[in-house]
């Protein structure tokens, strides 16, 4: 076994899903694959078609928190426009994860940065 097997595998498998999930009317995502000489080994997540799985998601990892409604809401931050796409309910610090629209990359909030550039 090795990397370019591994790949070729990723992309027959993720093309043989296909009909399945227009079958069930379910998606499938593939995670990392990990190989040795042995075996491959990978997960795959499963979520209805049409189901924003990161939105149910955050949700559910927030439901108890006051940002629990919060997901998608835009923010302006550091002259870039922010969107919280993410709730890491086991960081006590930084739980709030957001997307910026331009740089296409995520940061970490408090909850009290959060409460106040939400306020503005």
Not at 11 to 33: C, P, R, Y
Request: proline content about 3%; overall charge positive; aromatic content about 10%.
């Amino acid at each position: 076994m090795n990397r370019q097997l591994c790949k070729t595998l990723r992309t027959d498998i993720e093309n043989a899903l296909k009909s399945v999930e227009s079958k069930h009317g379910v998606q499938f995502k593939l995670g990392a694959m990990r190989f040795d000489d042995v075996e491959i080994n990978f997960k795959v997540n499963t979520v209805h078609a049409g189901d924003d799985g990161e939105k149910s998601k955050f949700e559910k990892d927030a439901r108890f928190t006051p940002f629990a409604n919060m997901y998608g809401r835009e923010f302006t931050h550091s002259f870039d426009t922010w969107k919280i796409v993410g709730y890491s309910p086991r960081s006590t610090k930084y739980p709030i994860i957001a997307e910026s629209a331009s740089l296409n990359k995520k940061m970490k909030f408090t909850p009290d940065i959060l409460r106040l550039l939400i306020e503005k």
